[in-house]
């Protein structure tokens, strides 16, 4: 099967069928409208035994457990409770986890769940709220997950376009995540912040996991119309295009996908066995596509995860570091 910007997430899911059926998957912020929850509905077709769904409120989440609960009465799905932005929340979910796991593991975690250039806020940590919720939260349920040992072959991390810019421009932010008290603040700066660090946590799973067998990749779902983009206002947006332009003379504005284009290419990292040679990959319109911005950014892999371990108080050692 040749793989591109037109790939649907029903034509991955269909090709390796043998990596769905039986399996039991995760996803992080599978909101209706959303990839995350297009990915739960393609990954359904392939007869999976368990999609468990993690997000903040259950009520927004329901009718998508509704729908796939009629359309495919084989698959179980189960609900936790996950509010990315809160490590209370974050440690209770993989706790709660193992509820209806019941001994089982989990396949495939994918770690969807994002916000996206929100006004200026922090946690009660007082670490901005994009980095708190896209990236720390993620890196410490992935990584509690692994350390239960509840995953057992890949780790997915949905990163953006916006991870794409220059790490000499966006990773000094690390310095300061309160932004000098929100003075500095940029909602896109900080978003790429957030979703650079996505890539650099993947890179960093494949480099500890591997004597595990497990693997982990970073990707870009592409430009998708969802409520990611509610306070995404088109000065924001082309104030951004012109940055990357700036940063980038070849930089191409993305054609639209719709959603099954869009959660093709995270179906893809959790699905294609040949990918586990390239561990760390990261992913755009369904194909790995290293680029000369997170080349750059590698230098700041252990300053990221050092910092992550610092602001969620816990520290991982995966054996192979």
Same mark, same amino acid.
């Given at each position: ?41 393609? @990954? ?8 468990? !769904? ?32 809160? @490590? ?51 890196? !410490? ?27 000499? @421009? ?34 960093? !799973? ?21 409520? @990611? ?41 959790? !699905? ?50």
């Amino acid at each position: 099967m040749k793989f591109g910007w037109a790939t649907t997430g029903n034509e991955v899911v269909k090709h390796f069928k043998d990596k769905v059926s039986g399996g039991t998957f995760l996803i992080t912020g599978p909101t209706p409208g959303g990839v995350g929850a297009e990915s739960a509905k393609s @990954l359904a077709t392939g007869n999976p035994k368990h999609l468990i !769904l993690a997000g903040r409120t259950q009520s927004k989440i329901q009718p998508l457990i509704d729908e796939l609960s009629t359309s495919h009465p084989n698959v179980k799905v189960s609900f936790v409770q996950l509010d990315l932005s809160n @490590l209370s929340s974050v440690r209770a979910a993989a706790a709660n986890v193992k509820t209806p796991l019941g001994g089982d593991k989990i396949d495939v975690a994918i770690l969807n769940a994002a916000i996206m250039a929100c006004p200026y806020a922090t946690t009660e940590q007082g670490v901005e709220l994009q980095f708190a919720t896209n990236h720390l939260g993620h890196f !410490l349920f992935g990584n509690l997950l692994l350390q239960s040992d509840l995953i057992r072959s890949r780790v997915v991390v949905v990163s953006s376009l916006a991870s794409q810019r220059k790490a000499s @421009l966006v990773m000094p932010h690390l310095e300061d995540l309160t932004y000098d008290h929100g003075k500095i603040y940029e909602p896109t700066v900080a978003y790429s912040v957030s979703k650079a660090c996505n890539v650099l946590y993947a890179k960093r !799973l494949a480099k500890v996991l591997g004597s595990r067998g497990i693997s982990a990749f970073s990707l870009n779902p592409g430009s998708i119309i969802t409520n @990611l983009q509610a306070y995404m206002t088109d000065e924001m947006r082309q104030r951004a295009i012109k940055e990357y332009m700036i940063e980038n003379p070849n930089f191409k504005i993305p054609e639209r996908k719709n959603l099954q284009q869009g959660c093709s290419t995270q179906l893809r990292a959790a !699905l294609d066995p040949s990918l586990a040679a390239v561990s760390g990959a990261y992913l755009d319109d369904c194909n790995v596509s290293e680029t000369a911005e997170h080349k750059e950014a590698e230098p700041y892999m252990d300053q990221v995860w050092t910092l992550s371990e610092k602001l969620t108080g816990s520290k991982f050692d995966f054996g192979n570091q």
